[in-house]
Structures are given as structure tokens and as C-alpha cells.
């Protein structure tokens, strides 16, 4: 049985707009429960480390950067980018040995002004995709804009709400909804492709692990991601892409639709019970107009019982009394 939190480890994830990092600034973000510290190392690329120190647990964030390295604010301890330790001040000079205790460090793409990490569950691992950056975001051809919110729902429910085209009319009424038909029978056209889906021709797709572009016309778009903060917190990405009125002084404009949009979503979102998709016995029931849900909690089921049979390795763990 699969049971929330749900996470789904090794993939990129929109984490939000770079903060900033001058000057040897830190940063710490959460993402699926791990507290997450940010800096720039001396050739100024973000690195992305667990933000907890293995000595004792102290936040390395709160601490100092020097050149590549975090050193933490507790008893000196330093990382690398790699988030290997290189000095444990307390032990007078630095051996060969301190590099295998090491804080989890993980992959970083920076673009357009915005942050992906790849949320790995082992150091070992490497994405084997690059950051899935909205092109968009890339071409000039298009003017886009970007409304974030923080939702205290699992993100199961916000990506099931995103898919979901029976909700338009009923939660959408006094917007995009206005004068659409309540009632079917509805026949939902989906089209499974690897690591997601394709609705009604491809006007909607999803992609693992939270990746939602809706095709309104061939001058207009909109991405919806969901970063899962803990398990009961999401934060929300939505992104408006344009072809048309692109001088930003309309940016407003397109932000202020977006956002009444998504607050009424957000309204019934906050309501579900629980948080969570229900996938117990007896739980939701689902019917056939919930063709993408159904094909989403597939999804989901099948890639956390993937990484439940992977996890079987454990990780490794360092006795600090034989690092000498
Ligand atoms: S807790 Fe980080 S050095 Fe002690
Ligand atoms: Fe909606």
C-alpha cells in the first residue's frame, strides 16, 4: 500500500525564483521535508546542500560560505559543493578520511531568473534529463509572467485540480467557466505517453512528477507546477505565457486573471479531506470523467513502489569516532 507523504524522489523540481546570494548570503528552502541550504560557491554557481550538519544537527545556512565551501555555525564544520566534509576545526588538520562523511548535496539548474533542483534520494544518483525549463521562459518570441501561492494541501490534490476539467464549470463559474455545460455524460479523450498523459488532443498534458501545461490557443499558455513542501504544504507555480500584448507593463494584466483563477481553486482545494488523494479502500471514488485522475494516481502508485523496491540499498553512515 502506498501511503502519503507520496514523494516522489529523482526528479527536477521548480523550487521558485533564485533569492538572493551575493556576498557569501545563504539561503534555506524545504522541499519534501528535507531543509535544503543555498549558496554560491566562487565561480558564483548556486549550490544546493541538506541543511543540516551531521555533527550534531546544527542548520548550516545560519553559518558562514567561504570561497567553495559552508562552514557551520556550531563547532566549524566545513562542506564542499559536494557536501563533503573538508574540516572539522576541533580535530586540528584535515584527513583523507573526512571526505566520506558528507551532507547530501544536489544537482542545480539555474534559469531565467529561476531555481531547479533535483531532488535526489542518494548522492549517487545523477539525472538522467536536463531541468525541464518551460522553452518559453527562453524565447523571446514570448512575454510570460509567474504567480506563486503557498497552499496547505498535499500536492496529490493540486495536481489532480490542475487535470481536472469536470471542476471548470462548477468552481470556475464566474470565470472560465462562465456558461459552460454542468452536465454529461463527458467523454475525456487521454492519450498515455512515458512519465505522463496528453487530454483532449493534447490541449492539457501532464508530465511527472508535477508538470501541467494547458494549450489555449497558439499564442497563449499556461504552466501549473507543484512543489511539495512537506505533507500538507504546497507551494504553487503558475506561469501565463503570451505572444500578444508582450510589453510587461500588461504583465498585470495577465497576473491578476491568473490569480482569481487559482483562488478558486485554492477555496475548494483547502476543503478536501483528507489533505491527501485518499487511495484506501472506500476512499475517493473515482468515476469515468476522472479519466486523468485515475491515470495520475497510476502514475504515482507505480513510480513510489519503483523507488520502495530501489530503496532497499540504505544509505551510508559514518561513525565520527573512527573519522581520525
Ligand atoms: S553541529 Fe555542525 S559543527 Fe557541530
Ligand atoms: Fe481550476
Not at 519534501?32 to 544546493?48: F, H, Q, T
Not at 468552481?171 to 498515455?192: F, Y
Not at 505517453?193 to 489555449?216: A, C, E, K, S, W
Not at 485522475?293 to 565520527?320: F, K
Request: neutral net charge.
Amino acid at each position: 500500500m502506498v501511503e502519503p507523504p507520496y514523494y516522489l524522489w529523482n526528479q527536477w523540481y521548480l523550487v521558485g525564483r533564485i533569492p538572493d546570494l551575493r556576498r557569501g548570503k545563504t539561503a534555506s528552502i524545504t522541499v519534501m521535508d528535507v531543509r535544503i541550504a543555498l549558496y554560491r560557491d566562487s565561480a558564483g554557481r548556486v549550490v544546493a546542500l541538506e541543511d543540516r550538519c551531521p555533527h550534531v544537527g546544527a542548520q548550516l545556512s545560519l553559518g558562514k560560505v567561504h570561497g567553495d565551501c559552508l562552514s557551520c555555525p556550531f563547532h566549524g564544520w566545513t562542506f564542499d559543493q559536494a557536501g563533503a566534509c573538508v574540516d572539522i576545526p576541533s580535530m586540528g588538520a584535515p584527513t583523507p578520511a573526512l571526505r566520506n562523511l558528507t551532507v547530501r548535496s544536489f544537482p542545480v539548474h539555474e534559469a531565467a531568473g529561476l531555481l531547479w533542483l533535483f531532488m535526489r534520494s542518494d548522492a549517487s544518483i545523477e539525472p538522467d534529463e536536463p531541468a525541464p525549463v518551460p522553452p518559453e521562459l527562453l524565447d523571446p518570441a514570448w512575454a510570460w509572467t509567474l504567480v506563486e501561492d503557498t497552499w496547505d494541501v498535499n500536492f496529490t490534490r493540486f495536481a489532480e485540480n490542475m487535470m481536472d476539467q469536470v471542476h471548470v464549470p462548477f468552481v470556475h463559474a464566474r470565470t472560465i467557466g462562465r456558461g459552460a455545460s454542468t452536465r454529461g455524460p463527458l467523454e475525456l479523450e487521454i492519450r498515455e505517453v512515458p512519465g505522463g498523459f496528453d487530454l483532449q488532443g493534447g490541449m492539457l498534458t501532464f508530465r511527472m512528477p508535477n508538470i501541467h501545461r494547458l494549450y489555449i490557443f497558439d499564442q497563449m499558455g499556461i504552466g501549473m507546477h507543484g512543489l511539495p513542501v512537506s505533507v500538507n504544504r504546497t507551494r504553487i507555480f503558475i506561469f501565463g505565457f503570451r505572444k500578444f500584448l508582450k510589453p510587461r507593463i500588461f504583465d498585470f494584466m495577465f497576473r491578476i486573471a491568473n490569480r482569481r483563477i487559482l483562488e478558486e481553486d485554492r477555496a475548494v482545494l483547502l476543503s478536501q479531506r483528507p489533505t491527501h488523494i485518499d487511495l484506501t479502500p472506500g476512499g475517493d471514488h473515482l468515476v469515468r470523467a476522472d479519466v486523468a485522475a485515475r491515470a495520475y494516481r497510476r502514475l504515482l502508485v507505480d513510480h513510489i513502489e519503483r523507488q520502495q523496491a530501489r530503496a532497499a540499498g540504505g544509505s551510508l553512515t559514518v561513525d565520527p569516532e573512527k573519522v581520525s
